[in-house]
């Protein structure tokens, strides 16, 4: 998940493939349970044409907060190794 809005977990899964972050589904839906619990995502259904009803998550305002500080955090510390690494 990203601001961008919500996501079906397969979406999520083919993002975090594309940039060589492996992931299984077995893995992501307890850590899409615990970050609703924490208040970070929401989620609604949505009936599908072909199958079970699909479950699309979408972050809360917290969570959209925590994403955009852990975002400027990620800034810093790539900031911070790119200078390290031109030193040398």
């Known amino acids: 998940l990203n601001k961008q809005g919500e996501a079906y977990v397969s979406d999520i899964l083919k993002v975090l493939k594309e940039a060589d972050l492996f992931v299984v589904e077995g893995t992501i839906y ?8 924490a208040g970070l995502l929401t989620y609604r259904w949505q009936e ?14 917290q969570g959209h907060d925590l994403y955009l500080s852990l975002e400027q955090e990620w800034e810093a510390i790539r900031t911070s190794v790119d200078t390290v690494t031109k030193i040398q």
């Open 30 to 37: 307890p850590l899409l349970t615990r970050l609703k619990n």
């Open 48 to 61: 599908s044409c072909g199958g079970p009803p699909r479950k699309y998550y979408t972050l809360t305002g």
